[in-house]
């Protein structure tokens, strides 16, 4: 299971596919796990929010952990 392409498959339309948030900062992914825990980065993937679809359903809970681990590993 590769998070990078899970993340090219359903995420950089919004997020840019550098993670730059296509201009938003709110959307930048880039020092995330800075910002958010592991845990808080699944609950938005799984739950989205604010402009965002929730995850839950479409992608496997082990897909959502790769991605939450991965993305909170960008500091
Ligand atoms: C339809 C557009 C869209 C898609 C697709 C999308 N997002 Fe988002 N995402 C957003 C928006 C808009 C926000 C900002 C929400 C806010 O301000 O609370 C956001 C916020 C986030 C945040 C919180 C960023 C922060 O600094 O608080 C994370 C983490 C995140 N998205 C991860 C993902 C991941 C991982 C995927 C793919 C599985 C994804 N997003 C797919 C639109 C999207």
New binding site residues.
């Given amino acids: 299971m590769n998070a990078e392409s899970?993340?090219k498959a359903?995420?950089i339309?919004?997020?840019g596919d550098t993670l730059d948030g296509r201009g938003?900062a709110?959307?930048?992914?880039q020092k995330?796990g800075a910002?958010?825990s592991k845990d808080q980065?699944a609950n938005?993937?799984n739950n989205?929010?604010?402009?965002?679809?929730g995850?839950k359903g479409k992608?496997k809970p082990e897909e959502v952990t790769a991605?939450a681990d991965w993305?909170a590993a960008k500091k």
Avoid: D, E, R, T
Wanted: proline content about 4%.
């Fill in positions: 899970i993340v359903n995420c339309s919004c997020h938003a709110n959307k930048n992914l995330v910002k958010l980065i938005q993937i989205g929010g604010n402009g965002m679809p995850f992608l991605v993305l």
